[in-house]
T-cell receptor
Framework: NAGVMQNPRHLVRRRGQEARLRCSPM?????VYWYRQLPEEGLKFMVY????????ESGMPKERFSAEFPKEGPSILRIQQVVRGDSAAYFC???????????????FGPGTRLTVL | KNQVEQSPQSLIILEGKNCTLQ??????????LRWYKQDTGRGPVSLTI?????NTKSNGRYTATLDADTKQSSLHITASQLSDSASYIC?????????????FGTGTRLKVLA
């Protein structure tokens, strides 16, 4: 059972371009979370998705950022018109369908490091 | 406001020594608390997870404690190894409306020297 996969691992974009980050959750996992980590800082929650639904996007900037988790295929985090401040590591995590219990562990991918020139 | 604070921010110890990392939280309603290890350039990996009723949980040389009354947790690392050099992140989850919110601490950066 492969872990959470993210690609690309490294992405370089010039200001104004678009960045697309992909996340394939673990097999059987239907919940996906995106986090951003700025250099020397902790992870910050961005968005929580289930298949075809955005459950919580309270951590997502209102403009330029969007996320989707289609019925088929990976989850995509899309950043339009990137700026230098978007340079960060973006981590995806997945978890299985909630069983109603208190254990709902997230498994993290290796991250995508975005550099905006 | 839901917050998780960790201390110290960074720590340097010699190989073979023990150390304890602290986590204080103000999260409600509390569901569980996890400690993650994040190696440089990698994603976080879970070390321990504890619910409200659990006081201590061990995973090899890692032992986590939880005091739900004072809202404090600690991660104790015994007989440290060079490979323990990493960031250790405390994550507290709050449950509401059938979903979970995860609040991350900023982590403690541990450096183990030979």
């Amino acid at each position: 059972n492969a872990g959470v996969m993210q690609n690309p691992r490294h992405l370089v974009r010039r200001r104004g371009q678009e960045a697309r980050l992909r996340c394939s959750p673990m097999k059987g996992h239907s919940h996906v979370y995106w986090y951003r980590q700025l250099p020397e800082e902790g992870l910050k929650f961005m968005v929580y998705l289930q298949k075809e639904n955005i459950i919580d996007e309270s951590g997502m900037p209102k403009e330029r950022f969007s996320a989707e988790f289609p019925k088929e295929g990976p989850s995509i985090l899309r950043i339009q018109q990137v700026v230098r401040g978007d340079s960060a590591a973006y981590f995806c995590a997945s978890s299985p369908p909630s069983s109603g219990g208190t254990y709902n562990e997230q498994f993290f991918g290796p991250g995508t490091r975005l550099t905006v020139l | 406001k839901n917050q998780v604070e960790q201390s110290p921010q960074s720590l340097i110890i010699l190989e073979g020594k023990n150390c304890t990392l602290q986590c204080n939280y103000t999260v409600s309603p509390f569901s569980n608390l996890r400690w993650y290890k994040q190696d440089t350039g990698r994603g976080p990996v879970s070390l321990t997870i504890m619910t409200f009723s659990e006081n201590t949980k061990s995973n090899g040389r890692y032992t986590a404690t939880l005091d739900a009354d004072t809202k404090q947790s600690s991660l104790h690392i015994t007989a440290s190894q060079l490979s323990d050099s990493a960031s250790y992140i405390c994550v507290v989850s709050a449950r509401g409306s059938g979903t979970y919110k995860y609040i991350f601490g900023t982590g403690t950066r541990l450096k183990v020297l030979a």
